[in-house]
Nanobody, 122 residues
Framework: QVQLVESGGGLVQAGGSLRLSCAAS????????MGWFRQAPGKEREFVAV????????SYAGFVKGRFTISRDNAQKVVYLQMDSLKPEDTAVYYC???????????????WGQGTQVTVSS
């Protein structure tokens, strides 16, 4: 079993920044991939970014366009999502997710956090 706990959401003005954190615990190994998804009101949940505990180049959704950066701290088992140049359309509940590899993570994560609200005002 894997537990994921997000933090760092909040209200920010357009153009501002936020950093989300996801603390992982439980049976998570170096082969796992970690990622972020988001769900805006009335929309389906969508993939944002993924990184592997073992390394490699992170992958991002197209709408990120260099504004978001995913990173990890293996020692602390924490994954971060640094969000810069935020736009009102980035308003959503952001979820941390874990999967046994990147493909599983992107298509159907095995574990989810509870979500953290990000609201960007215009």
């Amino acid at each position: 079993q894997v537990q994921l706990v997000e933090s760092g959401g909040g209200l920010v003005q357009a153009g501002g920044s936020l950093r989300l954190s996801c603390a992982a615990s439980g049976r998570i190994t170096s082969s796992y991939a970690m990622g972020w998804f988001r769900q805006a009101p009335g929309k389906e949940r969508e993939f944002v970014a993924v990184v592997s505990w073992s390394g490699g180049v992170p992958s991002y959704a197209g709408f990120v366009k260099g504004r978001f950066t995913i990173s990890r701290d293996n020692a602390q088992k924490v994954v971060y999502l640094q969000m810069d140049s935020l736009k009102p359309e980035d308003t959503a509940v952001y979820y941390c997710a874990a999967g046994s590899n990147r493909i599983v993570l992107i298509k159907s994560p095995e574990y989810w956090g509870q979500g953290t609200q990000v609201t960007v005002s215009s």
